[in-house]
């Protein structure tokens, strides 16, 4: 009976069903990317403030920074994040032959699981260069593909605000490239986290079926 009572009295304060309500008031999901970790140098800021404010994102990892700091790996993990592959060392991959390809990729899959990543589902090219023989390698892994809907110009120099706006473009399954070593990119989340609330979006998963942006599963 007071087992009983106990539950009646969660439901009517509202904590029983919490989560559902919370998804209920998501009108669509987007896809946050941050490139190019994991370091210490910036990867612990950032999770702060993803977490701070709410939001999960999918890293794109290069395979020589998940081997050499691989507990900041784990950190992205513990902090809810996705871990996609982003190439071993950032090259123009469509420039290279196939076996090399197949290296960057590789190398790459087994840095990100041996630092405690999980094996990753997701592929970044770098630059966003591709071509039918990369892919191919991709698909040999059991890789999406995932470009970007919205370019932040993160990497170019761009303010806070131009992040913000950026962010503010997106819509419903899309997904923006963001970078996490830019000062201006860490004192946007904030911001960012604020609009896409007011938008009703929330930050969701990369589908490794779709390449869109939906619900965390």
Not at 26 to 39: A, E, I, Q
Not at 43 to 69: D, H, K, V, W
Not at 167 to 175: E, F, I, P
Request: proline letters at 6%; hydrophobic letters at 40%.
């Amino acid at each position: 009976m007071r087992t009983l009572i106990l539950a009646a009295a969660l439901a009517i304060t509202g904590v029983v069903g919490a989560g559902p309500a919370h998804a209920a008031g998501c009108n669509g999901y987007v896809g946050l990317t941050f490139d190019d970790g994991p370091s210490n140098a910036h990867t612990p800021g950032l999770l702060n403030a993803l977490r701070q404010n709410g939001l999960r994102a999918t890293m794109f990892n290069e395979g020589q920074y998940a081997a050499a700091y691989p507990g900041q790996v784990r950190a992205e993990v513990s902090a809810g994040m996705w871990v996609g592959n982003h190439s071993y060392t950032h090259p123009h991959l469509t420039q290279q032959s196939q076996s090399q390809m197949d290296s960057e990729v590789s190398r790459t899959q087994q840095a990100i699981s041996a630092a405690g990543g999980g094996t990753p589902k997701l592929f970044r090219p770098p630059y966003g260069e591709t071509n039918s023989t990369l892919q191919a390698v991709e698909a040999k892994y059991g890789l999406r593909q995932i470009i970007w809907d919205v370019d932040s110009q993160d990497w170019n120099g761009a303010s806070v605000d131009a992040i913000v706006q950026a962010n503010a473009r997106l819509g419903n399954g899309q997904v923006i490239l963001m970078h996490e070593w830019p000062a201006n990119t860490l004192s946007a989340i904030p911001r960012i986290a604020q609009t896409l609330a007011s938008r009703g979006l929330c930050a969701g998963m990369i589908s490794p079926q779709t390449g869109r942006a939906v619900a965390p599963g």
